[in-house]
């Protein structure tokens, strides 16, 4: 440094008063189709307003499992990044292999505990102490409908199952095509956890997914389960496979198609892009009862560096603020983690999962999502969505899906 320089920074210390790091952070997350960019882009503008530098690492790839590569990659070679986009059980399985810095002091000076449902709460703890801060809440279980569409052919949204085909089979026999899917895996596995929830019904779900009970697992009712997905199969386009959830959501927005079945992040999408619930498109849980939850979070890796810890503090801090949860989510297509931030300003298809959610706790409808990592640790939800994929990418009988959903979750615990 230049003498000057050195005399400039001593001088603007010596008015600052103590010396105080500023906070910096990496933060790696997966949020890049277009309604997602705009809801990370209001952590990161608030982050630069309490005088932060934000250092972005996108990975792109819808659900995250790219992330999640690219994550562990980082950490193998050293170099763990600030903060990164962590949820359900994964936060424990990262603790447990790395540590996760402490945030307890944020959330206590801000009274998590009580502005947190205790689901949600429980979730965001690693061996008791505060490891992650809640952003959301996803409802998994919706499909949206193109309004136009539906209304030119006369069809309501469905609310079963059988009504879903019946529609779909009305579409297929006018020219439409009915589903709007990407040939992901964890797309796949998307709409499969909602075939469960609505076939089997929450308690189903619960043995099946949550407890891996084998009885449910080769059930007649997980039978049903598979021959639905390939009834379902049916109702895509020719180009299904690869193709990204957020140009699916497109397609129905373009009136390319008629239903998506996706979590509310979709409504992100179509919100971005001046669409309106009710007039453009429509909002309806999927076929059946329940919820089926999905809490985005964020945690953070323990660091050297006063900047980065500083960082990390601010970020939990500005993560968990009301204002933020409302623009956010507003954005995100989600509703607030927090149950304090008013719902006034959010659509209906929000208001409608926030009361769902409610009841949802009340009568134990209130579910994880395995397909969005909420209900399991990574090997055995892995080895459930291998399991799907390949069913709904062969002309695999249901009988023989059962059986080998059965061995590979066995084989994963
Ligand atoms: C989910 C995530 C959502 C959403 C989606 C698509 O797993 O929780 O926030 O953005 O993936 O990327």
Known sequence: MHMKSVLAA???VMLAGPVMAEPTAEVLHWWTSGSEAQSIAVLQEQFKAEGGTWTDMPVAGGGGDAAMTALRARVLA??????????????????????LADIGTVAEEN????????????????EGQ?????VN?????????????LDEHGIEMP?????????????????????????????????????????????????????????ALTSDTMKQVFDQMRTIRGYVDDNFSGRDWNLATAMVMNGEAAFQIMGDWAKGEFLAAGQEPGVDFVCAPTPGEGFLYNVDSFA??????????????????????????????????????????????????AKQSAEAMAQGSEDGSLLP?????????????????????????????????VQQLADAVANAM
């Open 369 to 401: 999502s395995y397909a969005h990592g909420m209900a399991l640790r990574g090997a055995p939800a892995g080895a459930i969505t291998d399991v799907v994929t390949a069913h709904f990418n062969s002309d695999m009988s249901s009988e023989d899906a």
């Open 159 to 215: 609310t079963t199952w059988e009504e879903f085909n019946a529609a779909a089979e009305k579409l297929q026999a006018a020219g439409v095509t009915p589903l709007a899917h990407g040939g992901q895996n964890w797309q796949d596995a998307t709409i499969f956890e909602t075939v469960v929830l609505g076939l089997g019904g929450p308690e189903f779900y619960q043995k099946a997914l949550v407890d891996l009970d084998p009885e």
């Open 300 to 349: 953070f890796f323990e660091l050297d560096g006063e900047e980065k810890q500083q960082g990390q503090q601010l970020l939990a801090k500005l993560i968990m603020g009301p204002e933020f949860q409302k623009t956010f989510n507003l954005n995100k297509g989600s509703i607030p983690a927090r149950n304090d931030v008013a719902l006034d300003d959010f659509d209906d298809c």
């Open 78 to 99: 050293g170099n763990a990044p600030t903060a990164v986009q962590l949820k359900g059980p994964a936060i424990q399985e990262w603790y447990e292999e790395t540590g």
């Open 10 to 12: 001593s001088t603007a």
């Open 130 to 134: 505060w490891c992650a801060a809640p």
């Open 137 to 149: 809440v996803h409802r998994v279980n919706w499909i949206w409908g193109n309004k136009q569409i």
């Open 111 to 126: 009274n998590w505990a009580e502005v947190l449902p205790d689901r949600i709460a429980e979730h965001m703890k690693c």
